[in-house]
């Protein structure tokens, strides 16, 4: 199968390069680029040197890619930008991958809220939101565009969701700290994200409107059937990769850290990317940073009644590309781990 | 006046070292090491070379120190060890500043549960715990040996008590999350703390049992009277000092985020070590790495009802040796900020 | 093809373990570790949860190991013990890859001057030193033992040695700098090696002396013929894995950037792991961690009259494990890039 | 007495802003800046807040400025930029020091040859180029206008001066590695200077042509009275701060590191601002770094008959800011150390 990717100049862009030149059941056949057009791919990442099978960035408009004989696309653009060439390429029959906020929010009033005007609201529909260890597996024959989740999403969803839903946790008081390597701004040239100002500095950002809210809280209700509200602290640390996340939430009555654990096996057994810590150890992102994996654990307080639960992965794989992989795996009929670790 | 300093082979010995040295009002006339007696400073701390005044490490024991002619001294010790020599200087009449844990827990049940059995529980009547912005003044008169309060509970106390005491946020549900440097760990060869172990890695630890957790909450109910138990999750950061901690709270009914600022004002209007920022703004450890200083702000949220308040500080300075040594200028009358940035 | 790792608990044995894992064409069989054994993999290598196919940790003794149906033997050993596996495994017949430096250095009175007592000095004679590139192929055949070459070796021979073989450089002042990642040192829980000593640190080490220069030397004279001695200057930098090496050296008369660049085509053209940049560009470390690519470039500087030749390789691959592999690739007839990127 | 500072908003800026706040002898009366005129210091330097005393940038031109009764201006500002301003304050009998590059070079075709057209070749006479360790003092009468040094200059002229001077180096086949924090290259909103391409990095750079060549062999040309080449080859270290230079130079005839030694010792006993380390210790830019002090040290290799020379400073303090209130101190007659660690 040929797969392209349009828009690859970013961090996951990068990423999603490496992964898919590297898959054994796909074939790379383009990589478009508007600023980088005419360039070998390892000329802009230079980590390809000698390894880019000569392969150049393209500045293929929308409908020379719905024209061509490629079957898959991955969206690596801004939100925005990912609608406006979705908008072609679906009703061309190809199956599209966003990696933007485009389509993971189906309310449409929601996405306005957070993101302003939706430019292919047409296509929500038949667009559907994958996590894929959560998402009942109809989508796979539903969607004909799919929205790969956000990395802080990610890192949230997969540890609340089972626990939640198995009523072991209450629907109130959740807080989420998050602490996300620099690479989550994305490649932007500000002095905000220079060297000098974010080595050796941590700090919290976004505060109370954090865009990956909306998703979140989205997911929350659809797959609880009733409206959660969290609270979402994002936190920027000086690292270049990897997100740390800590969910403080208190425990439903009669629970125990047993049944909260259950509830993630039950969920979560013989699923190869997410890996369950004992009770008591703590994910470290060192640890994730270069897999699709998401670490998890809990721990009860019996002093306050919460459970305080960890979770660990890398912003730009599980968070992002890695996770797309693995969806394009599960929606071709390739084994899911197939090119990932 | 002459000072000394009892073990100064830590981090926090080592910043305390440079404090003193540069002091405009005291002298430094000894430090004490088992492990360096006879070297230079500069021959331990490199960062001294030309500049430590020819002061080397003596051994010296606390007999020898308490008929010595020094009129104060700093404990930069282990707790346990800090209180067998506050066991011998406090009765020859010495001021003693302790930086360890010994004498910051008036209760000796609570002691002992997170640190097992206490050398000199016949001194706890005459020790005062001193958060210099919040202790009320007796102490000046009253202590003859002061424990300087801990790294993480100075990121936690600071922000949070004046609003406990005006009343403007709820005691339930009170989520504290934090993370430092790596030097708040101490000097210690172990591999958890080698920099390929922790370079680029992010991740929580001691949940739900951090010996810190004792003193926060006995300093919560002297102030406020009443029995206060929050969550506290630690996290361990890939940069060597600084802590910055973000504190979820609910509001109390009728407060807003004026009546939150009204609180802090009240209480550091005028205090050179707290700044608040505008709410909005979040504190970044990079910006107090190096100062005496702690950084507040805050924000309510108007969908969960809660005030997320965060607060950075150098955890060897403000969280440390600094406010040890600003207790020190308290205590002997020098102004507040002699010899602090 | 079964294949076994003995001692994998350092950062290059990890490194390895993720390589043969990952490997098509062989099976890792047998992972041993004295400290370590009976425990999982990933119990020990975190990166491996879920990844490690069920493979524990063995404390198998050479003696078994030379009996098991293992076909060849990596040894991720310090210096010393590792012959003392080689002697048992290579009269069983075990092909062997030593990671360690007991058989990079043919002249047993140049080892003992650098390390020491030799403890099979028998298996010398059929022990080769390879540097795949350059290495001549008999190698294949001859070996009954590999010495994989070190760290900062391999960034200066692969550079410098097409050159002084054609005669484009002097063997006259030759100076070589280098810059090491910490995991260089191993994985020793020492106060050097602490995160907060080694972060923002920059310093020169081991000058004069390092162990490193009795292997490049010799090379220097086996592959020219002629005794070359050179200024060896290595460097901590505060980074986990990368080396990045600048060779200042004069050129010979006649000799021009073009001529020097030449030498290497003819020498590396066509070879994947070792990638020629434009003269004016400069290798980055961060290009090539996680490779097992070398980056090379040279300028030559009229005013001198010198070449300045720089080059980056990932430590842990090029410089270790990943070289293993590709020798074991080449010795075994799979392709070179098998398992490696 | 009343000092200014022209351009503040860069790194150096920002740490001379600090040294002269701090400063026992000297009053800061103005900051400019266009782009902040107006804020106050603390909004521009957050680790400023409080500190500030009040003061806020302006934007005066230089007529203002040389009409004010300020004494003494730093010029903080790009080179070109500085000229234009020493234009107008030296002739109203302001006493000025630059920590540009536009007056650290005597040769006017030289400067353009590195740096393009010069916008005050008249204060060239009057100017000076004053490392204060090793200009001789006339300085301080002769000169209306000072040149401070840049960084990697003064880590390369302190160590190598006394010896060309003293004659235990050769003048031929000198080389100079340098690595430096990323905070050497300003405080730009480039790609190449975010966080996420440097961390982890090492890299060299601007090789054979790097502008502060002109600077470093003008004065080793002047000093020793015949032209002097070097090899210089500078590398981006990730970190932040800090210069890290190891010299490798051939001993003279009959040179011994005693004599190296004692070359050193004739001109740095007693100048606390460059510190001798015993042969086989190397300095470390963490341990000078927020210091104004250079640290040296030099080993001899009997195999290549080289001396290597390692130097370690603050390329803020030492080599740039701080060295830049030192020559204000010793110009106005102050303390050498007023104000400095």
Known sequence: MKVGIVGAAGYSGEVLVKLLLAHPHVQLAAVTSRTHAGKP???????????????????????????????????????????????????????????????????????????????????????????????????????????????????????LLPLLKAGVVTREHIVVNACSGVSGAGKKAEEMYLFVERAESMKAYGLTKHRHLAEVEEQLAVHTGAPTVIQFNPHLAPMRRGIATTITVPAAPGATIDSLYAAWRAVYAGRPFVQILASGETPDTAHVVGTNRLDLAAVHDPR??????????????????????????????????????
Chains 1, 2, 3, 4 share one sequence.
């Open 304 to 341: 306050t009644g919460n459970f305080v639960i960890t979770s660990a992965e890398d912003n730009l794989v599980k968070g992002a590309s890695g996770q797309a992989v693995q969806i394009m795996n599960l929606w071709c009929g390739y084994p899911e781990t197939a090119g990932l670790l």
């Open 41 to 159: 791919l390892a000329a802009v990442i230079p980590a390809l040197r000698g390894a880019d099978r000569g392969l150049k960035f393209v500045d293929s408009d929308a409908a020379a890619l719905a024209a061509s004989d490629i079957d898959l696309f991955f969206l690596a653009l801004p939100h925005g930008a990912a609608a406006t060439y979705a908008k072609t390429l679906v009703p061309a029959g190809k199956r599209v991958i966003d990696l933007s906020a485009d389509f993971r929010i189906a309310d449409l009033a929601t996405y306005r809220k957070y993101y302003g005007e939706h430019h292919a609201p047409e296509l929500l529909p038949s667009a559907r939101f994958v996590l894929p260890e959560l998402t009942p597996p109809a989508w796979k024959t539903e969607a004909k565009l799919v929205a790969a989740p956000g990395c802080y999403p990610t890192s949230i969803l997969l540890p």
